[in-house]
């Protein structure tokens, strides 16, 4: 059976899956239909992240850097809390389709970073955006590695994994505006599926 898309879901909180935190801290079981509606709209949306802040708040953000330029919850009534933070306005809207329609006119804009952010990153010499750890989602398929970051819309290729994870932080120098020079000192974690840890350990 096919999994749906909140069901990939990265959570992170110790012992809990999407549904168990929304369940638990996002207003319990009368709210988790709108709670799945959410997570099937955001799961697989570049630069989307599902955190638990603030002891305790589940909120889906939009951001690179730990920014939350858009963010989205639901109410204890169900519907749905969604906040522009660079037009300081919000919304509250009743179904998961006038969520799609408000991310309309915003959702490409807040995939860049900030000023306040590019003006952050670029002061002493790169120095935030070389020591942030960025996790990169790395898979294996016809001959190349895929290296992907939440926040971009495209992945890195190579056919050996140097190649994949370089690609993938000159991408991330060009969205920030750093010199592609800056790639190979970016702070990269990666996470491997099962094809590329088999194309690793045994080259097939």
Same mark, same amino acid.
């Given at each position: 059976?096919? @999994? ?14 999407? @549904? *168990?935190? !929304?369940? *638990? ?14 997570? *099937? ?27 939350? /330029? ?11 809390? !969604?906040?522009?933070?660079? @037009? ?12 799609? *329609?408000?991310?309309?006119? /915003? ?59 370089? /690609?993938?932080?000159?991408?991330? !120098? ?24 088999? @194309?690793? /350990?045994?080259?097939?």
């Amino acid at each position: 059976m096919d @999994r749906l898309p909140y069901q990939s879901v990265r959570v992170n909180f110790t012992n809990s899956d999407y @549904r *168990n935190v !929304c369940e *638990n801290f996002g207003g319990g079981f009368e709210t988790w239909s709108a709670w799945e509606a959410l997570g *099937n709209l955001l799961a697989h949306r570049p630069g989307w992240h599902f955190d638990v802040v603030n002891r305790g708040e589940p909120l889906w953000s939009l951001g690179v850097l730990g920014e939350s /330029r858009l963010n989205i919850s639901v109410e204890d009534d169900g519907r749905f809390h !969604c906040y522009d933070a660079g @037009r300081d306005d919000d919304a509250t809207l009743d179904k998961v389709a006038d969520v799609e *329609n408000w991310l309309a006119p /915003r959702e490409e804009e807040a995939r860049q970073p900030s000023a306040v952010l590019l003006d952050l990153a670029r002061s002493d010499d790169w120095r935030i955006l070389k020591a942030h750890p960025f996790r990169l989602y790395v898979s294996w398929s016809d001959g190349y590695f895929a290296a992907t970051l939440p926040a971009l819309t495209e992945a890195g290729f190579g056919q050996t994994l140097d190649e994949a994870v370089n /690609r993938a932080g000159e991408m991330l !120098c060009h969205l920030f505006g750093a010199p592609a020079e800056l790639a190979p000192e970016l702070a990269m974690e990666l996470e491997l599926d099962t094809d590329a840890t088999q @194309r690793l /350990r045994f080259g097939t």
